[in-house]
């Protein structure tokens, strides 16, 4: 049987805890149903956000993955992002220039780019800002109503160089 080394057992375990700390710091978006007892026509089944933190004043993109069992011709996404529970901005937009339509059974990604205000505050608290977005049909059947926190971080204008 061979011996591993005090040498070899370091460099190991700093090895694993580098691993560690790399996949520790990799957090998915926590995403939320607004009706918990809701039955969904459109199922989430994660958020992406990049970047993240968003670079206030910049385009942020949120990559939303959804699954559906129907066909959906066409309807309209209603978003509203609120700072500490205050709304901060709201708008609407036709679901068909989001994505291409008809949107055909099975998984789908809604890709949605917003730029947020150069004034809007930095979060320093985690989940200070929500993002909540509902998918309505074109004969205005909620089809998905989700929410998610996300962070904003101060764009310097001074280069650190």
Request: net charge neutral; aromatic share 10%; proline share 6%.
């Amino acid at each position: 049987m061979e011996s591993v080394s005090s040498s070899q057992l370091k460099q190991t375990l700093f090895l694993f805890f580098a691993i560690y700390l790399i996949f520790s710091s990799v957090q998915a978006t926590d995403v939320r149903y607004c009706d918990k007892k809701g039955n969904y026509a459109v199922k989430v089944k994660r958020v992406d956000i990049s970047p993240d933190p968003v670079l206030s004043g910049n385009p942020a993109t949120f990559n939303i993955s959804a699954s559906t069992g129907q066909q959906i011709a066409g309807g309209k996404v209603v978003i509203a992002v609120s700072f500490f529970s205050v709304p901060v901005h709201a708008e609407t937009r036709d679901l068909c220039e989001e994505m291409s339509c008809p949107i055909a059974p099975g998984s789908f990604v809604l890709s949605h780019t917003q730029t947020l205000p150069g004034f809007a505050p930095p979060s320093f608290l985690q989940g200070s800002y929500t993002l909540k977005m509902t998918m309505i049909d074109e004969n205005n059947k909620q089809l998905s109503c989700i929410s998610f926190s996300f962070k904003i971080r101060l764009v310097t204008l001074v280069s650190d160089n």
